[in-house]
C-alpha cells in the first residue's frame, strides 16, 4: 500500500488517503477531494474490476465530467474550442448532471440519456464515473440509485485510475442535445 501511495503521488495521480463519509444528502460544493469509499445502494468499483465490466460489455459506462458552455458574451468573431475529453471507450457523456442540484432541464437531459442507454430497462447495469476524487460521479450514481436502477457501479478513480492501469481511452463528445446549449 505505501509503494503504491507513493508511485500515484510521484506520477501526480490525485489519492484519497481518506474518504470521506458518505453523506445522506448529495454533494453540493467542492467537488474535486476525498470522495466516500462507500455508495448505498450501489456497487464501488476500482479500474480492474471496471475493466472486467467493460469487457464483458453487458454495462453502460457513463461519463458525468462537467463541460463548460461557451460563454454567452464572446465577442464576434471569437473562436471557442471545447475541452477534448478522452474516456472509456465506448461511455456516452453526459456533462453537467453530477451536480448535487440540477436544473429541471438538466434532470431530463440526465434521465433521457439514462433511458437511452439502458433501453429503458432500470436493472441494466450502469457505471458511473469522471476523474479521481470527483464527486460529480458519485452524486451521479446515487441519483440513478433513487431514480430506481437497480444495478448500479461508481468507479471512483475515473479517468485518472482506468489510465493509471494503462487501459484504453478514445476521444468522445457529449451526447446530444445538452441543456443550454444552441
Known sequence: ???????????????SVVAEAEP????????????PS????????GPEAAHD??????????DVLPQAPKPANLPEG???RDKPRDSI?????????????IAEVTEGYFRRGLADVTKNDRTHPVLFFCLADCWMSWNAAKRAIEWGY???????????????????LERITPEEPQPGVE
Do not use: C, H, K
Open 1 to 15: 500500500m505505501i509503494r503504491m501511495l507513493a508511485i500515484l503521488f510521484f506520477v501526480g495521480l490525485p489519492v
Open 24 to 35: 445522506v444528502d448529495y454533494r453540493m460544493d467542492r467537488y474535486r477531494g476525498p470522495v
Open 38 to 45: 462507500t455508495l448505498s445502494g450501489g456497487t464501488v468499483v
Open 53 to 62: 465490466l467493460w469487457q464483458a460489455g453487458q454495462t453502460a459506462f457513463i
Open 78 to 80: 471569437t473562436i471557442w
Open 89 to 101: 471507450p465506448g461511455a456516452i457523456w453526459l456533462p453537467n448532471v453530477g451536480y448535487g442540484a
Open 150 to 168: 437497480s444495478n448500479v457501479y461508481w468507479l471512483p478513480e475515473g479517468t485518472d485510475g482506468w489510465q493509471f492501469w494503462d487501459y484504453p
